[in-house]
Nanobody
Framework: QVQLREFGGGSVQSGESLRLSCEAS????????MAWFRQVPGEERERVAG???????SYAYSVQGRFTISRDNAKNTLYLQMDGLKPEDSAMYYC????????????????WGQGTQVTVSS
């Protein structure tokens, strides 16, 4: 059973930084793709950043140059370093994962964490 737990959310001022962590259990991180999403109430969930098992990464245009996704395979943990935070980054942030072989074909993540809230005030 794959499980994800997110940590590191909080309330910060505009321009400050936060690092989110997502601890995974029940899978071998080297064969799974992982990603961070965020969602504001009443809006669609947005894919913020993703990391393939081959190390390639991708980012939403709105966070390019400010956010960095990384993974520690030994700890089975995914990170999202968020610098230069803006009020519009405020959202619930979710970690997601799926076997890369499945994700590359279906573009779907079937395993999700419970989320961690990020609030940025101006």
């Amino acid at each position: 059973q794959v499980q994800l737990r997110e940590f590191g959310g909080g309330s910060v001022q505009s321009g400050e930084s936060l690092r989110l962590s997502c601890e995974a259990s029940g899978h071998t991180s080297s064969t799974y793709c992982m990603a961070w999403f965020r969602q504001v109430p009443g809006e669609e969930r947005e894919r913020v950043a993703g990391r393939d098992s081959d190390g390639s990464t991708s980012y939403a245009y709105s966070v390019q140059g400010r956010f960095t996704i990384s993974r520690d395979n030994a700890k089975n943990t995914l990170y999202l370093q968020m610098d230069g935070l803006k009020p519009e980054d405020s959202a619930m942030y979710y970690c997601a994962t799926e076997r890369c072989s499945w994700y590359r074909q279906h573009r779907e993540y079937n395993y999700w964490g419970q989320g961690t809230q990020v609030t940025v005030s101006s």
